[in-house]
């Protein structure tokens, strides 16, 4: 079992506290991943997980034992950088089997080690190679053999495919889940690209400011957003946001903006009157409808068509905020149209305007 529990850990730099009390627990085979803009600590997380970086408070456990004072080697981790940290003077066989030839292992349990952790990766036509000789992409493999071969309890990925193109992003993505699938061994994974986090984690761990902002699935976290900074952070396109009135009606709710009102239910929110919300609402979920649509709409005049391949981003304001439809490309509006946008009220999100957190029951 290599479970993870971090309990009220914290970490300060003088007065600076850039990590605050944070608690998770990762479950034995877990795959999680931190994510967050850059400077929001989840980097400074995995190095406390991995011993490069010491706790100022709380307590680490990793598969049941304390660590917060043990060296990283007597952590049962292995850890991949984003800029790989191989050794350029060796060959690839040479910089996957360096951990073992320190340890004093058997050259014939070496050579078995190497043998499987290759073939695994697509690594045995290269062996003989110096890294300057290897892709991006090949160079990264190399350094995930080289974390494999120690047969840790955890993978600890620092912004792994970070330094690779958008290509060989998509390819290594698949690579590491497939990778997971076959060793089921606990990974945690920091990056602030929200396709890496939805694509691969189990969980995935949104932090903003040294804080957890949310816990939970991809679709969780897309579908459910708690607070405003995850509902703006996850998505692409973003989500479009607009500041309203909430006033009760003898049917339900009217939103009211500066220019229009909506009508809705509420049924599924904790609304008041004479509170400020905002409203959010996701691009694909906000599309063109003719005059018998029944629903909630907008109106407003297409200034600008993105084309993105099989779907047109057509932008146009309301209340002086810029907003976004997501459409197939085959229905691209002419620029200067002015259309109706239509959306139902399930897929509305409304949260409060001070404190940002979700109202949703």
């Known amino acids: 079992m290599a479970g993870i529990i971090c309990k009220h850990i914290n970490k ?4 600076l506290e850039v990590v605050e009390d944070f608690s998770l627990e990762v479950a034995d085979q877990e795959f999680i991943v931190f994510l967050g803009p850059s400077g929001c600590g989840k980097s400074t997380i995995l190095r406390m997980l991995a011993g490069l970086e010491d706790i100022t408070g709380g307590d680490l456990l990793i598969g049941g034992q304390r660590m917060n004072d043990a060296e990283p080697g007597d952590r049962g981790i292995a850890m991949v950088f984003q800029n790989y940290a191989l050794y350029p003077h060796m060959t690839i066989r040479e910089n996957i089997a360096f951990g073992l030839r320190r340890q004093k292992t ?3 349990e070496i050579d078995q080690r190497v043998g499987a952790v290759t073939k695994t990766l697509g690594l045995k036509p290269y062996l003989g190679r110096k890294p300057t000789a290897l892709s991006g992409g090949q160079q990264q493999r190399v350094a995930i053999a080289r974390a494999m071969i120690k047969t840790p309890d955890v993978f600890l990925f620092d912004e792994p495919l970070s330094n690779l193109d958008a290509k060989l992003r998509a390819h290594m993505r698949v690579e590491i889940a497939r ?19 939805m694509t691969l984690a189990d969980r995935i761990v949104l932090l903003n400011a040294g804080r957890i902002e949310q816990i939970g699935t991809p679709e969780e976290i897309y579908s459910a957003p708690r607070t ?9 396109p973003a989500m479009n946001f607009l500041t309203l009135r909430p006033r009760r009606t ?11 009102q909506l009508a809705i239910s509420g049924s599924a929110f904790d609304l008041h009157e004479g509170q400020q919300v905002i409203m959010g609402l996701r691009p694909s979920r906000l599309r063109p409808v003719d ?5 909630p709409s907008v109106q407003g005049e297409v200034s ?18 810029d907003l976004g439809s997501l459409m197939p490309a085959e229905e691209r509006p002419r620029e200067g149209a002015n259309l109706t946008f239509g959306f139902a009220e399930e897929d509305i999100h409304l949260f409060d305007a001070g404190s940002g957190i979700s109202l949703r029951c």
């Open 12 to 15: 300060k730099y003088g007065e």
């Open 106 to 108: 058997p050259e014939s």
């Open 179 to 197: 990778l997971h699938k076959e060793l089921r061994t606990t990974s945690v994974y920091v990056t602030h690209d929200q396709m890496e986090a």
């Open 228 to 236: 405003l900074f995850v509902a703006g952070f996850i998505g692409t």
């Open 250 to 260: 003898e049917t339900g709710w009217q939103l009211c903006g500066d220019s229009f």
């Open 291 to 295: 005059a018998g649509f029944s629903g």
């Open 304 to 321: 600008l068509t993105e084309f993105h391949g099989d779907s047109v981003l057509a932008s146009f304001s309301l209340d002086g905020v």
